[in-house]
DNA sequence: TATTGTTATACTCTATAACTATA
DNA sequence: TATAGTTATAGAGTATAACAATA
């Protein structure tokens, strides 16, 4: 008993995703965005979609999305329309632009990575990924006391 | 390219350690300490130190050490006192109050990570260790913008 | 003059609740 | 009355600089 945090498997995943996320929005921000704002665009690349499914798949409340696309929109990198059907909503979709400055992003992200997992063989960071898939994490009723 | 985040191995390290995290600080708050003056517990219970190593350790800035350091002397859990040699030096200790009070966060992490590693072998588990080990993570030279 | 610990200040993030316009 | 988006406000967390005591 008495271990020590560093010896703990569980302070050691937390901690290297910690510093791997770190590295990653250093990537997400080549770009000269805010790594959410980049982060935002990679969601928006397959297709557009409202804000409030926008927010519910970043996880994100509605409300703090508004600056996020008030920025991206001032860049030109994404825009809002109404939509026709339900005038309430907002269609967000990416700009050509905003296609080509989130491949300047993919291609930081992948350096990144290379970078990150360079020391990894392909069948260990494939065996990596099968482990962290089987960490469980389910947030639910463990509040933060 | 155009990897959509959750497809890419940086991405998922850095949200499982990220959901890890927050179920470790839940259990690092069992006792209703703040997850991080429980952390400046454990950095104390090998034996006692400055403030300036203590900081040091826990790589935060002194000046946020000393709120969590008040916190902890008024509920009994460390001390300060000045050091005879240098009466610049404050030298900090936990308390017995403060090692039974760690022996009950140490064995809530401890459940914690046999929740979340609880789906994984003995083997498995030292496996994931030694690849998360090989994960390159220096900070340094990576600004983000 | 440099160092230890402390205090004060400002800035970012996030969470919440009120507000508007549409339905 | 309920929903989509927006705005405003407050709280936590963090980073920085100035400060007092000691070396």
Redesign the pocket.
Known sequence: MAAHPTDRLGFLLSFRGELTGARIRAALGVVGL?P?NAMTLMQLAPGAM????L?AVME????????I??ELEDAGLAG?RRDPA???????EITPAGVEALERVDAAVGAAERELFGDLTEAEQVLLRGLLDRVVVDPADHECG
């Open positions: 805010h959410r409202s804000q409030r499914e927010a994100i409340d509605p409300s703090q999305l508004v600056a696309l008030n809002r339900d005038r309430r909503r907002h269609i967000v």
